[in-house]
């Protein structure tokens, strides 16, 4: 087992580039799997998802030929030789998911078990099962609520409701209806921009999708889609985690290849907290190093609220700002896992329900953590740039499954951190 070693740091300063988008790039592979034809997708960020991605769209019948050095992925899918993603993978990643809803589109049949990923809390399926049933899909579960198989001759166009923004539910509903016939109508759809970039890379191969960015989507089903090329847009969540590590080490990091729209309610939240954010063509520039900062509250929401995904960084900053701050959850309500953790580093916070209240101002220190999810070993990271002493972090696989090159960035920032090998 691998872990990170830190030490306290001076503040971080120079430019860092921003990857391709985790959340993006494998619904876009998954999408790949509902044309026949090539279809190449760069930028592609090297992670381990993404490599897991890559070994169950090839255990389905596809062509596969990933070069993350070079952040490139091509996928053939001209023949599907099978319908039931292996268990082993799924179990892996949460977003495995997503060839369900090609799967049954392509093929007419789709076996998966229930997938894996960060236990950050709840995340029902039902929605995506809700979607293939309205498009007139039979959807069965086995008796150990485990295997979930659907088959349809002919998927259908539909009104879907969902009673939850869910992305990957939008997302799933979206790449099946894409060959249904007739026109259905996602309401009360997610509006975040992986969806945006997968409705683009959908259209590029034939589809027509009409909506995305807004609670109403519309697809009016084609006969079959081909193969395109697309680049995958910068990844919000690794720009607002190192927009966070300039703050939260009072240094001065131009963030580059980031989108601004995409990141407005953490830029608003660094400028409450007493942050210099600078938005430019070269990128944003987030100044810390003027002044103390103060304290802020945050409540997390579906897109464009502040993301979920950026709770638990945003977090560890609000820990070395003077004053008390209020995080109020309500996306997940099992995504506190991270506050035992900072609390070993001498974080001053207290959890009700879905509601933390963290007490700013004090002097973290090193010490042995884990990264409990993706994010929350994110937020343990940059604590350990500013505690006293050395901090050891461990169960990073968490952490690479979603940011590429972590350490080097944050080395080539000045960050002292390195990865070691038990």
Not at 352 to 365: Q, S, V, W, Y
């Amino acid at each position: 087992m691998a872990k990170y070693i830190i030490e306290k740091s001076d503040p971080l300063r120079g430019e860092v580039t921003i990857s391709g988008a985790k959340n993006a790039v494998l619904p876009l592979m998954a999408a790949a799997l509902l044309s026949e034809g090539p279809c190449v997708i760069r930028d592609a960020p090297a992670l381990k998802d993404v490599e897991i991605m890559c070994r169950l769209i090839e255990a389905l019948g596809a062509e596969v030929d990933a070069d993350l050095d070079q952040n490139v992925v091509s996928i053939t899918a001209k023949e599907i030789k099978a319908y039931q993603a292996p268990m082993d993978l799924v179990v892996k990643m949460r977003a495995s998911i997503l060839v369900l809803g090609p799967l049954l589109a392509r093929t007419g049949h789709a076996v998966i078990s229930m997938p894996g990923g960060c236990a950050i809390g709840d995340r029902p399926i039902e929605l995506h099962l809700k979607g293939m049933r309205a498009l007139g899909a039979d959807v069965t579960i086995n008796e150990e609520g485990s295997i979930i198989t659907c088959s349809c001759e002919q998927l259908r166009g539909a009104t879907i409701y969902l009673d939850f923004p869910s992305v990957g539910a939008t997302e799933n509903i979206v790449m099946a209806a894409c060959m249904a016939r007739g026109t259905t109508i996602i309401e009360n759809a997610a509006q975040e921009p992986e969806i945006t970039d997968l409705v683009n890379f959908l259209n590029k191969m034939g589809a027509r999708i009409k909506g995305a960015g807004t609670d109403t989507i519309k697809i009016e089903g084609v006969e079959k889609l081909h193969g395109a090329m697309h680049y995958v847009i910068p990844d919000r969540i690794e720009s607002g985690t190192f927009m966070v590590a300039a703050a939260i080490s009072r240094g001065t990091v131009l963030v580059k290849n980031v989108l601004p729209d995409h990141v407005k309610p953490v830029m608003a939240k660094l400028k409450e907290c007493g942050v210099e954010v600078v938005v430019s063509d070269e990128g944003i520039l987030v100044n810390a190093d003027k002044g103390e900062l103060i304290s802020t509250d945050i409540k997390t929401l579906p897109y464009p609220g502040f993301p979920t995904d950026m709770q638990s960084p945003f977090m560890a900053l609000l820990t070395t700002v003077e004053g008390t701050s209020a995080v109020i959850e309500t996306v997940f309500e099992n995504r506190y896992m991270h506050v035992k953790e900072l609390r070993k580093m001498g974080a001053s916070i207290k959890v009700d329900g879905r509601c933390a209240i963290i007490e700013g101002g004090g002097k973290l220190h090193g010490a042995k953590v884990n990264a409990t999810d993706l994010r929350g070993g994110a937020a343990v990271v940059l604590a350990g740039l500013v505690a006293e002493g050395r901090t050891e972090v461990d169960s990073i696989y968490h952490i690479e499954r979603g940011y590429e090159h972590f350490v080097e960035k944050l080395r080539a920032l000045g960050g002292r951190i390195r990865r070691e090998e038990d």
